[in-house]
């Protein structure tokens, strides 16, 4: 079964400055996709960027982008320029693009979350 | 284009009781799938419904259950509560069935559910 690790509960950033923000995963499969959500106080989870595990190429979205490293199973993001509207929980998810069987299905599969702090 | 809307935005309710959570998917978006999300489990998969039909499903007791409409409304329903029912229900809209599409989901506030 796949599973989604992000290891730091809590990061905090100076407003302006860089964080990244670590997730890694395990599974066996090579088709599937990754996603960065986002959930601020006000509870509606948003998407921040994806990857297609497929592309080579690391995906961005203006000051937010991903460091894919689909042999190690890494997929960080890193957001620059940090603002307070950044503040809030980010989840890492993956999905599988594989047809269901036995040991896969295309559910989101989440990890723990990690809490942004943005200093002003 | 009006988002996911959920309905209520919070909810208490006792042990025994049940609950019937709502589900308002974007206009056009025929899959809805629905997570609890709590402080020690995190996000977990509950169903998903597409077309009326429910076409796939987490580890979740026979007490949750759900149902989609012909205008991809979708319901959730929890019988016999527990405190451990306690979490925020999630749901996520997306225009076909996640498997053949790499759109993502967009989700909706959710529902806080309080069980006394």
């Known amino acids: 079964a796949q599973t989604v690790t992000q290891s730091q509960p809590e990061m905090s950033v100076q407003e302006a400055e860089t964080v990244t923000l670590s997730c890694t995963y395990d599974?066996?499969?090579?088709?599937?996709?990754l996603f960065w959500y986002k959930q601020p106080p006000s509870r509606q989870m948003i998407l921040v960027i994806r990857q297609e595990a497929y592309k080579q190429q690391n995906a961005t979205e203006n000051r937010f982008s991903v460091n894919f490293q689909k042999a190690a199973k890494s997929f960080s993001l890193k957001i620059s320029d940090s603002q307070l509207g950044d503040a809030a929980m980010y989840f890492c998810?993956?999905?599988?693009?594989?047809?269901?069987?036995?040991?896969?299905?295309?559910?989101?599969?989440w990890g723990a979350g990690t809490k942004l702090i943005i200093k002003p | 284009k009006a988002g996911v809307t959920q309905t209520p935005r919070y909810l208490i309710k006792t042990r025994g009781q049940q609950v019937t959570l709502s589900c308002s998917p974007i206009?056009?978006?025929?899959?809805v799938s629905w997570y609890q999300q709590t402080p020690g489990q995190g996000l977990q998969f509950l169903f998903e419904y597409f077309s009326e039909t429910q076409r796939n499903k987490g580890n979740f007791p026979g007490r949750f259950s759900g149902r989609q409409f012909s205008n991809s409304r979708s319901e959730m329903n929890v019988s016999t509560l527990e405190l451990g029912d306690s979490a925020l229900y999630l749901c996520a809209s997306s225009p076909g069935i996640p498997l053949y599409s790499n759109q993502p989901q967009h989700f909706g506030d959710g529902t806080r559910l309080s069980i006394l």
């Open positions: 599974t066996s499969e090579s088709d599937y996709y």
């Open positions: 206009s056009g978006h025929r899959s």
């Open positions: 998810a993956y999905r599988s693009a594989s047809f269901p069987g036995k040991d896969s299905n295309y559910q989101l599969i």
